[in-house]
C-alpha cells in the first residue's frame, strides 16, 4: 500500500504534534490523524522533523493500522500479461490488450459505441476524455492508475459464501474456464466457488495440474492486491487481483485468472506455496505433428498425459512436462501393445490414444 502523505504540522494545541497519513487505495480515500505529545518549545512554524525514537513508534502504530506492505512485485513472467504503464494517446493509436477491458467498461457506462478490440483510436480516446472530466479528473485521455480506479466505481461484487466452515484436510484449487469459476476444495469436498476472469479465446488459460510457486503483494495496478504465480512450464501464468473488476465473469485475460481482490485476498491466506491448482476446460488448436521426447512441453503433453490416465498408465500429474513417468508410461504402452520399448511418443501411440485432433 502506498504511503503518499506522511508529514508533521501542529494543531490547535501546540504541544501536540500531528502526523497524517493518507491512504489511497480506494476511490474514496481516508485519512489517519495520530496526535503525539512534544515539548512546549516548538516552533511557530511547521517543519519536517528528524527521527527519534517517538516518531519511530508512531510510525510502528501506523504500519500495524493500515496493514502489509508489498512483499514483492509480481515476476517478470507474470508482468509479460500486465502492465501499469500508463495508456497514451498516439498516432499511430497504442494496440494493448488492456484497451479492450477499457473499451468494454467505456461501453458499459454509454460512453462508447465502437468495436471492442485492442486498438487506442481517437474516438476511445474522446471516451476517455468525457469520462475524465464527468469524474473531476483531468480530461487528458492519459488512462493511468487513477482513471481505472474511477472506472471500477460502481462495480458490485457478488458475494459468495461458504457452504460451511473450512473442512480440515489438504486444500486444492480447480479452475473451470468454461463457466469462470475458481472452486476451493478443502479435505476433498467443496467449500467455496469464486467468479473470476480467464483468458480471451487466443489466449486460453492453460489447462493442467500446476503448483502455487510463488506469491506475494501488490499495490492495486492491474495486479490487484495480491498475486500467486503456477509453475507452468511454456509461460508466465498466475492467480491474481485486478483493477478492472468489471472482467470478473469473461474472457478477458492474456491467459491468467483474475479474481476480485477482496477474494483474492481472502484465497491469499487460505493456499501456501506449493498448493494444487488444476485448470480444466477450453483448449487451444493442438499439433501432434511431430514426436515428443524427454525435455517435450506444452498442452500437447497435457493432453498426451492425460490420455495415459484414461487409459490407466501412470504418467503422473499432467503439468505439460515429458518427463521421467511419462516417458515411462509411454514404454509401458509401446510394450503392451507391441510397438516396441521406446520412450517418444510419436503418431502410432497418439493414434493408439486417440489423441490426434483433439
Request: aromatic share 10%; proline share 8%; charged share 25%.
Amino acid at each position: 500500500m502506498a504511503r503518499e502523505g506522511i508529514y508533521t504540522g501542529y494543531p490547535a494545541h501546540k504541544q501536540d504534534t500531528q502526523l497524517v497519513f493518507i491512504n489511497r487505495r480506494h476511490p474514496s480515500y481516508s485519512t489517519l490523524r495520530i496526535y503525539v505529545k512534544e515539548w512546549p518549545c516548538l516552533p511557530s512554524k511547521p517543519r519536517l522533523r528528524r527521527s527519534h525514537s517517538g516518531l519511530l513508534i508512531v510510525m510502528s502504530v501506523i504500519i500495524l493500522a493500515v496493514g502489509p506492505t508489498v512483499k514483492h512485485q509480481a515476476p517478470a513472467m507474470l508482468r509479460v500479461h500486465e502492465t501499469d504503464e500508463p495508456l497514451l494517446p498516439t498516432t499511430p493509436p497504442v494496440i494493448r490488450h488492456d484497451v479492450y477491458d477499457l473499451k468494454v467498461r467505456l461501453s458499459q457506462l454509454g460512453l462508447y459505441e465502437g468495436p471492442l478490440d485492442e486498438v487506442y483510436d481517437s474516438e476511445t480516446v474522446k471516451a476517455v476524455k468525457a469520462f475524465q472530466e464527468s469524474y473531476w479528473l483531468h480530461p487528458t485521455g492519459i488512462v493511468d492508475r487513477s482513471t481505472w480506479r474511477a472506472l471500477s466505481v460502481g462495480v458490485v461484487r457478488p458475494d459468495s459464501p461458504a457452504a460451511k466452515p473450512l473442512p480440515e484436510g489438504e486444500i486444492y484449487l480447480e479452475v473451470d474456464t468454461e463457466v469462470a469459476e475458481l472452486r476451493v476444495y478443502a479435505g476433498g469436498t467443496l467449500w467455496k466457488t469464486y467468479p473470476v476472469a480467464v483468458g480471451k479465446w487466443a489466449t486460453l488459460t492453460p489447462v493442467g495440474e500446476w503448483k502455487i510457486v510463488d506469491k506475494g503483494y501488490e499495490s492495486g495496478g492491474a495486479f490487484g492486491t495480491r498475486w500467486m504465480a503456477l509453475d507452468v512450464p511454456w509461460g508466465g501464468y498466475g492467480i491474481h487481483g485486478t483493477n478492472r473488476p468489471w472482467s470478473i465473469g469473461t474472457y478477458a485475460s492474456l491467459g491468467c485468472v483474475r479474481m476480485f481482490n477482496e477474494d483474492i485476498e481472502e484465497l491469499y491466506e487460505l493456499v501456501p506455496i506449493g498448493t494444487r491448482v488444476i485448470i480444466v476446460g477450453y483448449r487451444p488448436p493442438l499439433d501432434f505433428g511431430k514426436p515428443f521426447v524427454p525435455g517435450t512441453i506444452g498442452p500437447e503433453v497435457v493432453r498426451l498425459q492425460e490420455a495415459l490416465r484414461e487409459f490407466g498408465f501412470d504418467a503422473g500429474p499432467t503439468d505439460g512436462r515429458y518427463g521421467p513417468l511419462t516417458e515411462q508410461a509411454v514404454r509401458e504402452v509401446r510394450e503392451v501393445f507391441g510397438l516396441g520399448r521406446e520412450g517418444w511418443a510419436s503418431r502410432d501411440v497418439f493414434v493408439l490414444l486417440q489423441v490426434e485432433g483433439q
